[in-house]
Structure formats: C-alpha cells, structure tokens
C-alpha cells in the first residue's frame, strides 16, 4: 500500500514535471511564420519585396520567431498543398502573397481555425484570414502623369500579367491621369498571362515599342522590360522594386512596394494575442508604397507636378479615381465631385476612356 | 517596313535559344537517348555563362562556360542512365529539378545585377543596307552560331560516317552493339552535346535576349525544345522552320494584341503546343512514313550483356 503509495507520486510527481517542461517548451519556441510567394525571391521584384518584409520581421525579433518561405508556387491547386503542409507543421501565421493564392487560403484557413492567414491583394476574408494589399493605383496615377508629359508619341505601352481588378486598376489610374495632362495620348496594354517570364515580357515591351510606344509600363514582376526600353531609348517606369539600374537612361520611376512595417506589425498582433480578421489597404500615406527616385531626365516642371500629386495624394486632397469617369463606350460611371469608392475599385472590370483594345474576360 | 524588320529581329531573338536547344535534342534522341532535363541545363548554362561574363568581363568566356556547364550536367544525367541504367524519363525529370534549384543557388549573388549585352558584330556597309543589313548582318555571333549549327548538324547526320554509326545506334543498339560499334561511348558524347547546345541556349537568354540572371528564366523553354523535336520529326531542317515558327508566334501574339485585334491572346499562347500535338496524332495515325524518322530504340535502356 505504502509503496503504491509513493509509486503512484512518483508518477505524478513525474508527469507534472513533464508537462512543467512542456509548459516551458512552449514558451521558448519561437513563433513560426511562413511565406507562400508566386514567383522567385530572385525575381527582383514583386517576391523580393516581399521577402524583404519576412526578413524585416527576422530582425524585428531575433530568436522569437521562424519564418519559412516557399518561392516559386503556382497558383492553384499547388498552392493549397504548400498552404496546407505550412499550417500542419507548426506555422502560426501564414502570408500568401498572390491574388490566385485566394481560394486555396480560404480553403485551408478553416481546416486550421488556429492559424492566422494573411492574404495579399485579396477581397474575401474569414474569421482568421486577412487582406492586405497596397493603393498600387496611387502611384500609377503619379507614373501617369509622368508619362503624359514625356510622351511624345502619345502611346503609353503598359503590359499586362492577368486581367484581375488589381492589374486593370493600374492601367485605368494611369489612364486617368495621363490624360489629364495629355488628353491626346492613349494606352495600348498586351497582357503576357504570366506574372514571370522575363524573354516574355521583354517581347511584349519591344512589340510595344514597334507599335510607336515611347513610355513603357508593367504590372509584371521581372525588369526585362527597363531593359529593352533602355536597348530601344525609350522611357520606362518599374514595378514593385527600384529597377534603375536596368536602365538607367530609360527608368523614370518606379513604384516600391513596403510590406516591412505591415510584416512586423502583424507578426507581434499574433506574438501579444491581438490579432484580427481586418482588411488593410494602406498607399503612400502609411508608406506601403513609395516611389523610386525620379529620373534625372525629368524636367524641372514635370518633377514639381509629380512630387505635388504625390503630396495631395498623402494629404487626401487629390483622389485618382476622381470623377468624373467615362467607361470606354463614354458612359458616365462616376459623376463629377464624386470619387470611385474603394468597394468598385476592389472589383474593377471596366476599362476607363483612352484605353486601347478590348478587356479580356 | 522598319516596323516589320524590327519584328523579325525580335522574331529572331525568341527563336535562337530553341535551335540550340532543340539541336543538341535532336542529336541526343538520334542516339536513342531521351534527355528531359533541356530545361535544367539551360538555366545551368545560362546562370555559367552570366557568372563568368561578368566576373571576367568576357562574353567568350561567358558562352563557353554556358556551353560547359550544360555538359557537364548531361554528363550527369548520362552517368545515371547510361551506366548505372537509371530510367532515363525519371531521371530527365529529376535532372530539370535539380537545374531550377542549383542555378538559383549559384545565381543568387547575381539577382539584380546589370550586365553589357554581347555585341552585335556589324559588318561595315553591308549592316547599313536598308532592311537587309539590320535584318541579316547585324546580330551577336550566338544567333549566327545557332543558324550554322543546322547545316552542320544535317551534314553530321546524314553525310559523316560517325553520325551515320549514331543513328544506327539510336535505330537499334543491339545491332550496333553486334556489329562492334561503341554504343555507351557514343551515347555519352550525343548526350553531352544535348547539353552543350542547351546550355549556349541558355547564355543566349541570360547574355544576349534579356542580359541579366534571374531564377528560373528559361520560363518553360526547355520544354518547348523538346516539343519541337517532335514537331520537327527529327530533321534538323524542319527544326530550324519550327523554332522560328514557335518564336514567331510567341512574338505575334503580342503584337495582335498591341494593334487591338479580338483574339484571346491565351489560344495563341498555345498555338505551337497544338500544333506539336497534332504532329503527334500524325506520326501515330501514320506510322510508317513518320515513324521512319524517329529512332526505334529512343528511351530504351541498352545491357550491354543481353
């Protein structure tokens, strides 16, 4: 009796110092974060930036977390695999940084009610899945107005990835702004349908170019196209990452994308158990988006102009979808004194006036 | 007029890394060998070939070394099918793998940086000619390396003794293996010249077509190459038509596009795999005229002993 009788503390004893040292465990191990990206972390692109806010997040807190990326994965059923075995082995928190990563997140997120999901550029959110994406569109219109004034063509070449809301989005901004400088010139886009092929969309830029283009624009990830507007001598704005050095003659800007301080302040929501479903889409103001240095090129007038839109944009007093805005059949979509609301802009399928071709659907 | 010699260069540019792919296929396959791994060894060639470049400021150097680096991944992939008899489908795959994420490896203190593109050799007069000169005598010595390349491999082929012995190989290795011919030996050189070649397609791209690295930038040509192959039913002839046929089409595409024309830019995207297939439904519906040209051993492991 005596025996079983400390026998049985032993165990005891034995079974709380175990879950004492679980207890700790716990504590001690470090947060896991992962990154599902659509394309390279080479990309010097869209990816890079990306994984510059993972790394941002690597230095924001040292040995308190573990973050993990998978580069390269297709959108689609792949992604859902990738998604699936991230939540399974132990991640926390989970961006998936492509529009086509939507569905399969949502998908995973309520097998895994416990793990936070951060999906960029998406519209759909769930109790632990958030949206996240940048006014790409304000710095477009910026790029726009840029463009407009060094034209002299009057053809803005812009390629194409897919035709998603986001990407018609930026071509409609730039549109807008374009032609309220230069009301003659017209944008002619070529979609790739691919958001990475650089001897893809070096072809699609250089077809632009034969085609009379003398500004080049892209929603594509790669810098192929500075590069062949560089070859060519022609103008050329970036994408996502500064790209100067691709073509320092023809870069005239780019648009930055900067997901550090997003990164950093959703991965302490988790760490300190404030994390919640939201849908964040922050532009110049919040620094989410910035703009590369502006080419030497530009003249002193056009500069000006730019870096005052880029002011009344941060100060609210400028909109890029400021109406009034006619489709292109020239039907009436926002009347004067209105501006598009940030609903039909999530899901925009139309494009503005002074686009060239049809939107394929 | 200068718009259309603008597109036929830009023709020309999308075409040549698929005739040096293409190529050393096709010389491969006549042996008898299947080499799935085109893709691979291009990004390995082209990740070689931008490295040395711009460390030793030589584009020679760089398209040797692309070349080299090709080959001697074929030399892997010819180490595991050919002497330890490994499945050669599987292992092309493996091999593909093995170059997206090696050459991502070697490349990745080469992601963003700029590189000279490789001189275009203008011949004084004849490059100033209207139309012709842009046209036909003012490219790099890669796109005049490729063209040449087909001359020589058809003379190889079906003039030169040694080609006639690897085609009598790729026909049957066991006949060949009887009549005293070095079936191994040969096999290793035509899958290392698949190599080679595949990786001059790949300096092409990383040297000359977009020069910068970037991971995984043959974007599924490798694989194009191999399509060709078969759409070219094996003649080095058709090949060259074929590789220009597949680049055109990816450059006309854009322009369609570019002059507003209503076509889904996706079907044309996939013109050349449909035309690919149905080279395929003809060689199957009609055996015994195209099948004349494909090599009945292609794939088939060869025992030296049996």
Known sequence: ?361 | METLTAVLITVIGAATPLVFAATGELVAEKSGVLNLGVEGMMLLGAVAAFAVALTTGSATLGILAGAAAGAALALVFALLTLTLLANQVASGLALTIFGIGVSALIGRSFVGVPLQRLPQLDLPGISDLPILGPLLFSHDALVYLSILAIPATIWFLERSRAGLILRAIGENHQAAHALGHAVIKVRYLAVMFGGAMAGLGGAYLSLAYTPMWAENMTAGRGWIALALVVFATWRPGRLLLGAYLFGGITVAQLHIQGFGFDIPSQFLSMLPYLATIAVLVAISADGARARLNAPASLGRIFYPEA
């Open chain 1, 1 to 361: 009796m005596k025996t079983s009788f400390i026998k049985r503390g032993a165990i005891w004893l034995g079974a709380a110092a175990v879950s004492a040292a679980m207890t700790t465990a716990a504590w001690a191990e470090p947060l896991k974060v992962g990154f599902v990206y659509v394309g390279p972390v080479g990309d010097h692109g869209w990816t890079y930036r990306h994984d510059q806010g993972r790394k941002a997040i690597d230095k924001a807190f040292g040995d308190k977390v573990k973050t993990t990326l998978v580069e390269s994965v297709k959108e689609g059923a792949d992604s859902e695999r990738v998604i699936r075995q991230l939540a399974a082995s132990g991640h926390k928190l989970i961006f998936t940084t492509s529009f086509g990563f939507m569905n399969p997140t949502l998908k995973v997120a309520k097998s895994f009610p416990n793990v936070r999901f951060e999906h960029a550029t998406g519209y759909k959110q769930a109790k632990n899945v958030s949206t996240y994406a940048a006014r790409f569109y304000q710095g477009r219109h910026i790029a726009g107005l840029i463009a407009g004034k060094m034209t002299k063509s009057n053809v803005i070449g812009y390629i194409g990835s897919f035709p998603i809301p986001e990407v018609v989005r930026g071509i409609n901004a730039t549109t807008l702004a374009l032609q309220k400088v230069n009301p003659k010139a017209t944008v002619k886009v070529v979609w790739v349908n691919t958001w990475y092929d650089p001897g893809k969309e070096g072809a699609a830029a250089k077809a632009l170019i034969d085609q009379g283009a003398d500004v080049i624009m892209q929603h594509t990830d790669s810098p192929a196209a500075i590069q062949a507007a560089q070859e060519r001598g022609v103008w050329a704005v970036g994408q996502a990452s500064d790209m100067t050095h691709f073509g320092p003659k023809s870069h005239l800007t780019a648009i930055i994308d900067v997901w550090d301080n997003y990164y950093v302040a959703r991965t302490k929501a988790v760490m300190d158990g404030s994390w919640k479903s939201d849908d964040t889409w922050d532009g110049l103001k919040q620094g989410m988006l910035q703009m590369a240095p502006y080419n030497a090129a530009i003249p002193a007038d056009v500069l000006a102009m730019a870096k005052k839109a880029q002011a009344n944009i941060i100060a609210g007093t400028v909109h890029p979808f400021a109406g009034p805005i006619k489709d292109q059949m020239g039907k009436e979509k926002v009347p004067a004194g209105k501006n598009l609301d940030d609903g039909s802009l999530l899901s925009m399928n139309w494009y503005v006036q002074g686009v060239q071709g049809k939107l394929p659907k």
